[in-house]
């Protein structure tokens, strides 16, 4: 009955605990945070996290993940990631340039080595001028061809234990009749 109670009481303490962990990190104030250049795609975008925002001189590692590729510094890829180093006043300012058909949300996460403060930022690219929507040009109808199938993952699951039951039933009559061919034989 102890162990029970004990058991009991860490798993109530462990639930307790567990917000903590998740409040440990700073957060960078919103109004700390500034998104200026150009979100037409193929443009450079500039995202300043104000002073205060990390330990001064800190590693900051930030990341970027989107719809395509987006090249922070030299590196395009689908989620990029780059250390910088922050001022002397806790200042960190990452340009990230958008792909040229980039299209969508990107979001910019910037996480303090030492201090583990996190900042954010949404970037929403839109179209250069002149660039025509997928499909828009030539005989298609603007939509994506139908890849799929139409059979359900349930259906699928009732099909595949239908034969698994057949096959051990199988296995069953087979077993039986060889049981009674002995007893006949005997």
Avoid: C, H
Wanted: aromatic content about 4%; proline content about 4%.
């Amino acid at each position: 009955m102890k162990k029970l109670i004990a058991a009991v009481v860490l798993a109530g303490a462990a639930l307790i605990a567990t917000p903590a962990a998740a409040n440990a990190a700073g957060y960078v104030p919103t109004s700390n945070v500034s998104v200026s250049g150009s979100s037409v795609a193929g443009g450079t975008t500039v995202i300043n996290f104000g002073p205060g925002s990390f330990v001064g001189n800190e590693t900051v590692n930030i990341s970027v993940t989107g719809a395509g590729a987006v090249t922070l510094g030299a590196l395009p890829t689908t989620t990029v990631s780059k250390a910088y180093t922050a001022s002397a006043t806790g200042a960190v300012t990452p340009r990230i340039t958008l792909p040229v058909g980039a299209s969508g949300t990107y979001t910019l996460t910037a996480t303090g080595a030492t201090s583990g403060n996190v900042g954010t930022a949404a970037v929403t690219a839109t179209p250069a001028a002149g660039a025509a929507a997928v499909g828009a040009a030539g005989s298609g109808t603007g939509s994506l061809a139908f890849t799929g199938g139409t059979i359900s993952a349930l259906a699928l699951w009732v099909g595949g234990g239908a034969v698994v039951l057949g096959g051990g039933l199988l296995v069953v009559r087979g077993s039986v009749r060889r049981q009674r061919d002995g007893q006949i034989a005997a």
